[in-house]
């Protein structure tokens, strides 16, 4: 575990939850490296049989944290540090979680916004509330769409959905995201728990080597 980030592991379930509720779970550089030691040594540790993501008081991620990596300080970012530090941090976490053999089982509710939507794309399974809130909101920020969003969008859902959630910056529900088969499957929300849990039972019974 590290700051925002609580893992541990419950019998056969490595549980990682993003905690950081006053900003909607938003990920800062510690969390994305805490995330991809996780699934790094998940990978490797024969005791876990699934991983299970999801966010603390409500949310699951509102993105990337950028207020705090601008906020001032003695020693000022350096012009391009975000993008610099994309290819070790954000885009390795979504390699990672695409490349372990270990299922993963993201856990939604309210906002999956940026790289929170794309952690929900990358898990194995999402299980989502109806009313979830999921956004692309780079492009209307002015920020080029990172984290394998775009390939992620169109592998999954094809070239037409991918271009109005990405360019028209269009927000879809859990309930609409089931229906583009963008995830696994939503739910209303007082089900939230229990249809992860059976999900997350099922995965853990069965062999995990092939399913790997």
Not at 32 to 44: N, P, Q, Y
Not at 73 to 98: D, F, K, Y
Not at 109 to 131: M, N, P, S
């Amino acid at each position: 575990s590290v700051d925002g980030l609580v893992v541990r592991l419950d019998d056969a379930v490595l549980r990682c939850t993003l905690d950081r509720p006053k900003t909607r779970n938003s990920l800062d550089p510690d969390m994305m490296v805490g995330l991809i030691r996780a699934l790094e040594t998940a990978g490797m540790d024969e005791r876990v049989r699934v991983i299970v993501l999801d966010g603390a008081g409500g949310s699951f991620c509102a993105g990337a944290d950028i207020v705090a990596r601008n906020a001032p300080t003695e020693q000022r970012p350096r012009v391009g540090s975000i993008q610099r530090r994309l290819p070790v941090q954000a885009n390795r976490l979504m390699s990672l979680m695409l490349s372990v053999q270990t299922p993963i089982v993201a856990k939604v509710e309210g906002w999956a916004a940026g790289i929170g939507f794309h952690l929900a794309l990358a898990a194995d399974f999402c299980v989502a509330t109806e009313t979830a809130k999921l956004w692309e909101p780079f492009l209307t920020r002015g920020f080029t769409p990172d984290s394998g969003g775009v390939w992620l969008l169109q592998r999954l859902g094809g070239v037409a959905l991918a271009r109005d959630l990405v360019l028209l910056g269009r927000e879809i529900t859990g309930a609409e995201a089931a229906e583009y088969r963008l995830i696994h499957r939503a739910v209303p929300e007082a089900e939230l728990d229990a249809a992860t849990d059976a999900l997350v039972g099922e995965l853990a019974a069965k062999p995990t080597v092939a399913l790997g």
